[in-house]
T-cell receptor, first 117, second 116 residues
Framework: KAGVTQTPRYLIKTRGQQVTLSCSPI?????VSWYQQTPGQGLQFLFE???????NKGNFPGRFSGRQFSNSRSEMNVSTLELGDSALYLC????????????????FGPGTRLLVL | AQKITQTQPGMFVQEKEAVTLDCTYD???????LFWYKQPSSGEMIFLIY??????QNATEGRYSLNFQKARKSANLVISASQLGDSAMYFC?????????????FGDGTTLTVKP
């Protein structure tokens, strides 16, 4: 079974631009979560989608948004990029709320490294 | 609020020896899961092991075992017979089942270096 895939893997943008990152979950997984990883802040939760609905959101400004499609693929968008948005963006998928805790294990993709100049 | 604390920024271990990476957590949710992930320099987070809050026995997966002490709210990872390929960053994470849907909270990580 293929793992979580993320595209693109690397991205360079300039301040003020916007960016869209894509995530394809493991087949059969319906929950997709996004995280931002920086040396200073560590791993920070952005948001989570299940069945095309955002169920949870972290403490990020409205410039960060996401969506999930009917095939469970997800995208996240960052508008008006700032230098501080430079980070590794990780996507994780899981089966979703099955009631069996181990089945809710999140599996991560390789990440997208975003550099904002 | 859920919180994960990893107090060891860096650890060294000799090849073939065992090493323990510490993790303490805080939550008010009685139902939660604890996870350990490995992050090599490539950046991908690799799932290693899981422990549920109601599990009676400590989890084991090959060379990885989790020393779960619920009363102390600790979930230490033990790696036996360390290998050079174990050199990486290790993260402890927690997911609450009744709150914070889809969110894992991570510690700051421990960088493990295995010496030949």
């Amino acid at each position: 079974k293929a793992g979580v895939t993320q595209t693109p893997r690397y991205l360079i943008k300039t301040r003020g631009q916007q960016v869209t990152l894509s995530c394809s979950p493991i087949s059969g997984h319906r929950s997709v979560s996004w995280y931002q990883q920086t040396p200073g802040q560590g791993l920070q939760f952005l948001f989570e989608y299940f069945s095309e609905t955002q169920r949870n959101k972290g403490n990020f400004p409205g410039r960060f948004s996401g969506r999930q499609f009917s095939n469970s693929r997800s995208e996240m968008n960052v508008s008006t990029l700032e230098l501080g948005d430079s980070a590794l963006y990780l996507c994780a998928s899981s089966l979703g709320p099955t009631g069996v805790a181990l089945q809710e294990t999140q599996y991560f993709g390789p990440g997208t490294r975003l550099l904002v100049l | 609020a859920q919180k994960i604390t990893q107090t060891q920024p860096g650890m060294f271990v000799q090849e073939k020896e065992a090493v323990t990476l510490d993790c303490t957590y805080d939550t008010s949710d009685p139902s939660y899961g604890l996870f350990w992930y490995k992050q090599p320099s490539s950046g991908e987070m690799i799932f290693l092991i899981y422990q549920g809050s109601y599990d009676q026995q400590n989890a084991t997966e090959g060379r990885y075992s989790l020393n779960f002490q619920k009363a102390r709210k600790s979930a230490n990872l033990v790696i036996s017979a360390s290998q050079l390929g174990d050199s990486a960053m290790y993260f402890c994470a927690m997911r609450e089942h009744n709150t914070n849907a889809g969110k894992s909270t991570f510690g700051d990580g421990t960088t493990l270096t295995v010496k030949p």
